[in-house]
């Protein structure tokens, strides 16, 4: 094994924490190897993207213990400025990685520190816009493109310094389905093309192992927890036991009594010999509800500028204690049609709450209506104790501190959180704190919950917890429409479906039903479920298996209710 990038029993604690969150690492990864790390949220991931990247200890200071070396030097000896030629990084979120006015100037920030001459300077920024399919969009600023265009911009902007290291931090996080996996197979072209040594940090593992991967790496509590083959892991329980979301096919063949150790391969579903199955599936039973319009909107017209509309004649009916989702590729307009309804935007046409017209609503009179959980709850938070975050909106309206206290304590009991009420928020998890959030707006009254990606990025456990919190919710009357990206949680967690793109609205009916349309699927960026390639291969209906599927895991979550 040609060893490149080594760990030895090396631990980094932070500077401002008691434990260490990196706990005797010992990693070998080889020159050109692709490796994927996994592990839940808080169990040390990023921090070893940033011992790799140089974030660490260059900007964030803490004692270390043990070797990290790359090319058998000492990393942490690496000025950020020598790492940045070894390790290029990828972040989350391109739009913080921008540094250019235009797509042109981006790509060449790297190449003007390092002082390339022009001419070498333009036939680089030629050749990786070409290689890149980026030649069209370098008059374009980079914050104008599409979410998968700004990936591949992002990309090219570390490709043009031809490191040999690549470091892609949760890559998926904020792409629509179509996009992210457009970006996994680039990721797998480039690293074919490059022999560069490939390193993902992604939750989304079944995306990530549509294409290979020499390994995984599982961590959890600071600690490796598993190191070794894709399939090694998936025949394993410690995909669940460490709160990661095993692949959707794997999870339904378990379902339907298949035993995963009797199989050869695991990854990918394409590869798998599986027999046709033998359970019959139950007809899906369809429950007609009585559906009481709630919020309509009505020929909805919106954009920043007059010759670039954003929204485009959209109509839409909430009813009544649905669960809505909100689904389309990046840059549609799902998160503006948020603003609408939220005033936080003034749009052309009509919206009437239960009849009534409420285009006259300030901004705080719709808040009562509508509740905007954002996707990142430390973006809502401003306040240091749990009760006065969850308190801070009635004490705005003027509402009597006896009574204030009397529907914050309320509030805190349904939404779990009534021992913590004493608690600084910073001791809280993330799924804790996206319930605070939550109870900031359910004390207000609010019928609409409107939540934006409410599980983006976040780990088995903390999607289970967010999402079985916001079931209750529902049982108890309140109307839940979520903006994502995940056509699981689409699939398992909603009742209709909105499908938006290019500012229009292309389709209204149930998830199922959206994920049988192909034309529809394509023209909107997103992706059938892997229940569909596998329903093909068990010589199932994939609209009984996926119904199946979603059957079992309602009971999944009222066992944990």
């Known amino acids: 094994m040609n060893e490149f990038i080594v760990f030895n029993q090396f631990s980094f604690k932070y500077d401002a924490q008691a434990e260490p969150t990196l706990k005797e690492i010992n990693l070998t990864i080889a020159k050109g190897e692709k ?32 070797s990290f070396t790359i090319g058998g030097k000492d990393a942490f000896n690496l000025s950020i400025y020598d790492k940045s030629h070894l390790v290029s990084t990828v972040l989350q979120d391109p739009d913080g990685q921008f540094i250019g006015l235009t797509v042109a100037e981006d790509l060449a920030f790297a190449l003007e520190n390092d002082c390339v001459d022009h ?4 036939a680089k920024i030629t050749t990786w816009s070409q290689r890149l399919d980026l030649t069209a969009f370098l008059d374009h600023r980079p914050q104008d493109l599409s979410g998968g265009q700004k990936q591949r911009v992002s990309l090219a902007g570390v490709l043009i310094d031809e490191s040999p290291i690549l470091l892609f931090d949760e890559p998926l996080a904020n792409l629509d389905p179509k996009s992210g996996q457009d970006t996994i197979d680039l990721i797998d072209r480039i690293h074919q ?15 990530v192992l549509y294409r290979f991967v020499d390994r995984i790496v599982l961590i959890n509590d600071g600690r490796i927890v598993f190191d070794g083959q894709p399939d090694d892991l998936l025949a394993s329980s410690l995909l669940l036991e460490n709160g990661i979301r095993e692949p959707l096919y794997l999870s339904s063949l378990k379902d339907l009594g298949y035993d995963l150790s009797g199989f050869k391969r695991l990854t990918p579903l394409s590869q798998m010999t599986i027999e046709a199955a033998t359970i019959q599936l139950p007809e899906q039973v369809v429950e007609v509800k009585d559906k009481k319009p709630l919020l309509e909107l009505e020929r909805i017209c919106f954009g920043y500028s007059h010759d670039k509309p954003i929204l485009k004649d959209v109509s839409l009916t909430i009813y009544q204690g649905e669960r809505l989702a909100i689904v389309g590729k990046n840059g549609a307009g799902k998160s503006t049609l948020a603003k609408v309804m939220t005033k936080f935007i003034e749009a052309s046409g009509q919206i ?7 285009a006259n609503d300030s901004v705080k009179e719709r808040a009562s209506r509508i509740g905007y959980v954002l996707q990142n709850p430390n973006q809502m938070i401003s306040q240091t104790m749990i009760f006065d975050e969850v308190a801070l909106g009635l004490r705005l309206r003027g509402i009597p501190e006896d009574e204030v206290e009397q529907r914050v304590y309320e509030v805190l009991k349904t939404c779990g959180l009534y021992e913590f009420r004493k608690w600084p928020i910073s001791a809280l998890s993330f799924g804790q704190k996206k319930r605070v959030t939550i109870a900031a707006i359910l004390v207000l009254n609010s019928q609409i919950i409107l939540l934006d990606e409410p599980t983006a990025g976040q780990d088995r456990q903390h999607y289970t917890e967010i999402m079985t919190f916001l079931e209750s919710l529902n049982q108890k009357g309140h109307t839940i429409v979520m903006i994502t990206h995940d056509m699981q949680l689409m699939m398992e967690h909603s009742d ?9 609205l292309l389709a209204d009916a149930s998830p199922l039903e959206i994920l049988g349309q192909e034309e529809l699927l394509k023209q909107a960026n997103l992706k059938k479920t892997s229940l569909y390639d596998l329903a093909e291969k068990l010589e199932l209906d994939p609209i009984a298996l996926t119904n199946y599927y979603s059957q079992k ?4 979550l009222c066992r944990i209710d």
């Open 35 to 66: 490796v994927l790390i996994v592990g839940p949220s808080g169990s040390g991931k990023s921090t070893l993207g940033q011992c790799l990247n140089g974030i660490i200890p260059n900007i964030y200071s803490g004692q270390v213990e043990g």
């Open 119 to 122: 001419e070498q300077m333009l």
């Open 193 to 207: 093309e490059e022999k560069a040594t490939t390193i993902i940090i992604e939750h989304r593992l079944e995306d």
């Open 352 to 358: 009437s709450y239960l009849g009534q017209d409420i």
């Open 496 to 504: 209709r479906c909105i499908v938006i793109a290019d500012g229009r």
């Open 553 to 556: 895991r309602k009971e999944d």
